[in-house]
């Protein structure tokens, strides 16, 4: 019991001042209600180093991403996936990560440019701003002394050599090469480096070993010549495309003098190769192992190989086994490989769905702009996608997406600056008039208009937003 002293001194007080403390009932609620009184609070963001993304759109804090300074505490990897339809803003992130990480003295980026316009690759306004020449692969061109890559350049070992001549010829066959061809192959890559000494083999050396092999390859293995003749005949009229087909040119001669790879960026544009034809996956072997041999090295610069159009990659199972092995040898030395692909559904379901696997997992870093929902659904099943993100994948509008940084999951408005803008812009043909070409001067102020609408479109919704949100929170006190 209260002493009388103190019930006394709290009866007066009362008596004066009123009661001034009140007994109230516990309230039951719920953890979605009460966490209501609390402030709101957004995810972590990936630290201050790097360079920037844009804004995270629940917090509106600076969004930072660079793998080579994330690799080893938040990344396993430094591999990097984009996902999204055409029109989202992928191309668009592409280049603005290229031209933001090239500010960095020890960076360096090939590009592997699979589109284009205007009979030049998307990537040529970037590369003529650095100065820059990109590599243009072109079988018409290369006939009259255009841009050559020899798979048998003296520069890649002898063992790289041979395994891109098997990955030429499987992806061009459509299956692997069977024990007696794979035979006939590697003596005749044998005997032409063996002989030729006084200059660069060259692919048309080793068709004419298999067309005419020599007695002694026969005798290593105890077999009639006739029959290494026979082995080899497949393999000589698929690499016969290279020297003499539709792809003659490119691949059929010394590697062209001049090519600098010591450049801040180099890009290789294909843009005048058809998408669909078997040639691409070729040439996307060909141009990854050639630069695994001759661009990689331990000189400490930290290098992005980026891939638009990666599908051709991930869903051949012998272009993917090669680059699959770039991936963990890069990974040693520095190498930032960007896959850049349309839909998951195109590469998991593919001929190479348990190489594309192993590419996946090794890419820590997937990020995904607007899906339908059903793509949505599936693509977050692959990667492992919390629930809440796959939901608004479908409602994403463009410039924004789902970033899934090794597990740190968050929504990611791109930003892209006024000098940037007019060099990313890539759907000209869908835009201007036909009527008659515009000067570089009208094309760039017809760009910048259309920017600034852009962004005053941008701030008209955004402030639409904020006032049914005000709107609606109104309503709900009253």
Do not use: C
């Given at each position: 019991?209260?002493?009388?002293?103190?019930?006394?001194?709290?009866?007066?007080?009362?008596?004066?001042?009123?009661?001034?403390?009140?007994?109230?009932?516990?309230?039951?609620?719920?953890?979605?209600?009460?966490?209501?009184?609390?402030?709101?609070?957004?995810?972590?963001?990936?630290?201050?180093?790097?360079?920037?993304?844009?804004?995270?759109?629940?917090?509106?804090?600076?969004?930072?991403?660079?793998?080579?300074?994330?690799?080893?505490?938040?990344?396993?990897?430094?591999?990097?996936?984009?996902?999204?339809?055409?029109?989202?803003?992928?191309?668009?992130?592409?280049?603005?990560?290229?031209?933001?990480?090239?500010?960095f003295r020890d960076r360096q980026v090939v590009v592997l440019d699979a589109q284009g316009e205007d009979g030049v690759g998307e990537w040529n306004l970037i590369a003529q701003q650095l100065g820059i020449t990109p590599i243009?692969?072109?079988?018409?061109?290369?006939?009259?002394?255009?841009?050559?890559?020899?798979?048998?350049?003296?520069?890649?070992?002898?063992?790289?050599?041979?395994?891109?001549?098997?990955?030429?010829?499987?992806?061009?066959?459509?299956?692997?090469?069977?024990?007696?061809?794979?035979?006939?192959?590697?003596?005749?890559?044998?005997?032409?480096?063996?002989?030729?000494?006084?200059?660069?083999?060259?692919?048309?050396?080793?068709?004419?070993?298999?067309?005419?092999?020599?007695?002694?390859?026969?005798?290593?293995?105890?077999?009639?010549?006739?029959?290494?003749?026979?082995?080899?005949?497949?393999?000589?009229?698929?690499?016969?495309?290279?020297?003499?087909?539709?792809?003659?040119?490119?691949?059929?001669?010394?590697?062209?003098?001049?090519?600098?790879?010591?450049?801040?960026?180099?890009?290789?544009?294909?843009?005048?190769?058809?998408?669909?034809?078997?040639?691409?996956?070729?040439?996307?072997?060909?141009?990854?192992?050639?630069?695994?041999?001759?661009?990689?090295?331990?000189?400490?610069?930290?290098?992005?190989?980026?891939?638009?159009?990666?599908?051709?990659?991930?869903?051949?199972?012998?272009?993917?086994?090669?680059?699959?092995?770039?991936?963990?040898?890069?990974?040693?030395?520095?190498?930032?490989?960007?896959?850049?692909?349309?839909?998951?559904?195109?590469?998991?379901?593919?001929?190479?769905?348990?190489?594309?696997?192993?590419?996946?997992?090794?890419?820590?870093?997937?990020?995904?702009?607007?899906?339908?929902?059903?793509?949505?659904?599936?693509?977050?099943?692959?990667?492992?996608?919390?629930?809440?993100?796959?939901?608004?994948?479908?409602?994403?509008?463009?410039?924004?997406?789902?970033?899934?940084?090794?597990?740190?999951?968050?929504?990611?408005?791109?930003?892209?600056?006024?000098?940037?803008?007019?060099?990313?812009?890539?759907?000209?043909?869908?835009?201007?008039?036909?009527?008659?070409?515009?000067?570089?001067?009208?094309?760039?102020?017809?760009?910048?208009?259309?920017a600034a609408d852009w962004e005053a479109e941008q701030r008209a919704a955004l402030i639409e937003q904020q006032m049914n949100e005000v709107e609606s929170s109104d309503a709900t006190v009253a």
């Amino acid at each position: 019991m209260r002493d009388p002293l103190s019930a006394a001194t709290d009866a007066f007080t009362s008596f004066l001042f009123g009661k001034v403390e009140t007994t109230r009932l516990p309230v039951r609620t719920s953890t979605g209600q009460a966490q209501a009184v609390y402030l709101p609070t957004a995810a972590p963001g990936l630290g201050d180093s790097g360079v920037i993304i844009g804004r995270e759109v629940y917090s509106g804090k600076g969004y930072i991403y660079d793998p080579f300074q994330l690799y080893g505490q938040q990344l396993p990897a430094p591999h990097w996936l984009v996902l999204g339809e055409s029109g989202n803003g992928k191309s668009a992130l592409e280049k603005t990560y290229v031209l933001r990480q090239l500010r960095f003295r020890d960076r360096q980026v090939v590009v592997l440019d699979a589109q284009g316009e205007d009979g030049v690759g998307e990537w040529n306004l970037i590369a003529q701003q650095l100065g820059i020449t990109p590599i243009r692969l072109d079988p018409m061109a290369a006939l009259n002394d255009g841009i050559r890559l020899n798979p048998l350049d003296p520069a890649i070992t002898s063992t790289g050599q041979l395994a891109l001549l098997r990955t030429i010829i499987e992806v061009a066959m459509g299956h692997g090469l069977d024990e007696r061809s794979g035979f006939a192959l590697k003596v005749a890559h044998a005997y032409v480096n063996t002989t030729i000494t006084t200059r660069q083999p060259v692919l048309m050396d080793i068709v004419e070993q298999l067309r005419h092999p020599k007695p002694e390859s026969a005798e290593a293995m105890n077999v009639d010549i006739d029959d290494v003749r026979a082995w080899g005949l497949d393999v000589a009229l698929v690499l016969d495309r290279l020297v003499d087909g539709d792809l003659r040119g490119m691949f059929d001669g010394p590697t062209t003098i001049g090519i600098d790879l010591d450049a801040p960026l180099i890009v290789f544009d294909l843009s005048h190769i058809d998408r669909n034809s078997i040639a691409m996956p070729i040439l996307m072997a060909i141009v990854g192992v050639w630069l695994e041999h001759t661009w990689i090295r331990p000189d400490r610069v930290k290098r992005i190989f980026l891939v638009e159009e990666a599908w051709h990659i991930i869903n051949s199972p012998f272009v993917a086994q090669l680059f699959q092995r770039l991936l963990k040898f890069g990974r040693r030395l520095g190498l930032s490989f960007v896959a850049v692909v349309h839909h998951l559904s195109d590469v998991v379901d593919g001929a190479a769905a348990r190489e594309a696997a192993a590419i996946l997992k090794m890419a820590s870093t997937r990020t995904i702009y607007a899906q339908k929902a059903d793509e949505a659904r599936a693509t977050g099943k692959v990667l492992g996608l919390p629930r809440w993100a796959v939901e608004i994948i479908p409602t994403l509008t463009p410039g924004i997406a789902v970033w899934d940084v090794n597990g740190n999951v968050q929504v990611v408005k791109h930003l892209i600056t006024e000098a940037e803008r007019p060099l990313v812009f890539t759907d000209r043909a869908m835009t201007e008039s036909s009527a008659a070409p515009a000067s570089a001067e009208e094309t760039f102020l017809n760009e910048e208009a259309r920017a600034a609408d852009w962004e005053a479109e941008q701030r008209a919704a955004l402030i639409e937003q904020q006032m049914n949100e005000v709107e609606s929170s109104d309503a709900t006190v009253a």
